[in-house]
């Protein structure tokens, strides 16, 4: 995944100060660190990767930020509690029960697993869900 669009996919979570936010697939947490950069320290990240490998290297880079949580396991079940947006950087055919029970009152999907997008080339690769009204338009890579 191209870093320009990850960004891109970042500001359109339209973080604030004190949201907690959950990284599906955090690699080595080189983007669950700039999530953890933007809600600073009075906010909470919670970065998930399914590769032990992955997640040991992620949460080592990440120790330094101690309003950082980094779990192994698969992200598709893992709840986080309630959470104001959650950035899903794996491989997903569509938004999981557990991240849309897990959004905060308000909380929509993004097109990002609608049908038409993946056959925009958007594919299964990246889904972004948030805490707002409306819902973020099909986006082209």
Request: net charge negative; proline share 6%.
């Amino acid at each position: 995944m191209e870093g320009c669009f990850l960004a891109f996919l970042i500001d359109a979570l339209e973080l604030n100060d004190e949201h907690h936010v959950v990284h599906v697939g955090c690699g080595t947490g080189c983007y669950t660190a700039i999530l953890a950069e933007v809600v600073g320290p009075e906010g909470h990240v919670t970065a998930i990767e399914i590769d032990p490998e992955l997640a040991v290297r992620a949460r080592s880079n990440l120790s330094y930020l101690s309003h950082v949580e980094v779990l192994q396991g698969d992200g598709g079940e893992y709840n986080p509690g309630p959470s104001d947006a959650i950035l899903v950087n794996a491989g997903a055919t569509h938004p999981q029960s557990a991240w849309l029970d897990s959004l905060q009152p308000g909380g929509h999907r993004g097109n990002g697993f609608d049908p038409e997008c993946r056959k925009q080339g958007f594919a299964d690769l990246i889904g972004l869900l948030r805490s707002f009204e409306g819902e973020v338009p099909c986006l082209r890579a």
